[in-house]
């Protein structure tokens, strides 16, 4: 069983709809990091957090470190939030290594 | 420069081949991390510099992989006789410090094994 888990592993959505990713972990974490690939492309990061909520325009991040679970949001879905979503956890201890889930391939049609 | 640059962009090769890859971190970055992406994966951690040395490099997979950072700005991660299993994407991301920085990634080098 992987330490980071995802899902959907996959997610197809209509333009303007709301989506909703999820990241399950197994371990203890000191943050939790939400990522974005586009094909080809290099990784983004989106957003860090260590508990709470936090949103960027159109995103937003929970996390629930009793339950170890994170969610990501996306109002008001566009294609050209059409990506790779990966949900990294950072582990405890002297190495701030990053611990990734699988990730979550996002098409957004028009 | 603005972001973290990896040269090459694409490396192809045919095994028992030596590569090296290339990787700038943001200036002023003093922990450097080396990922591997292999396809319809998440990247796996390989190993991290902070400084000059090697603080963990518990993620490579074996002797044939070794990275240096001589200065501690550039890193370079070396693989000796490639094989076709090491056919992935190679991430590498740099920085601030150790203790709760974000990490920047840069584009990465897609190596293929022949």
């Known amino acids: 069983k992987n330490e980071v888990e995802q899902s959907p592993q996959n997610l197809t959505a209509q333009e303007g709809e709301f989506i909703t990713i999820n990241c399950s972990y197994s371990v203890g974490i000191s943050a939790l990091h939400w990522l974005q690939q586009h094909p080809g492309g290099g990784i983004v990061s989106l957003f860090m957090?260590?508990?709470g909520k936090k949103k960027h325009g159109r995103l937003i991040a929970t996390i629930n470190i009793q339950e170890k679970h994170s969610s990501l949001h996306i109002t008001a879905s566009h294609p050209r939030d059409s990506a790779v979503y990966i949900c990294a956890v950072r582990g405890g201890g002297a190495t701030n290594k990053l611990i990734f889930g699988t990730g979550t391939l996002l098409a957004v049609q028009p | 420069g603005a972001g973290v640059s990896q040269t090459p962009s694409n490396k192809v090769t045919e095994k028992g081949k030596y590569v090296e890859l290339r990787c700038d971190p943001i200036?002023?970055?003093?922990?450097l991390y080396w990922y591997r992406q292999s396809l319809g994966q998440g990247p796996e951690f390989l190993i991290y510099?902070?400084?000059?040395?090697?603080?963990?490099d518990s993620g490579l997979p074996n002797d044939r992989f070794f990275a240096v950072r001589p200065e501690g700005s550039v890193s370079t991660l070396k693989i000796q006789r490639t094989e076709r299993g090491d056919s992935a994407v190679y991430l590498c991301?740099?920085?601030?410090?150790?203790?709760?920085?974000?990490?920047?990634f840069g584009p990465g080098t897609r190596l293929t094994v022949l």
């Open positions: 991301a740099s920085s601030r410090d150790r203790v709760g920085s974000e990490q920047f």
């Open positions: 510099f902070q400084g000059t040395g090697a603080a963990d």
């Open positions: 957090l260590s508990s």
């Open positions: 200036s002023g970055h003093t922990a």
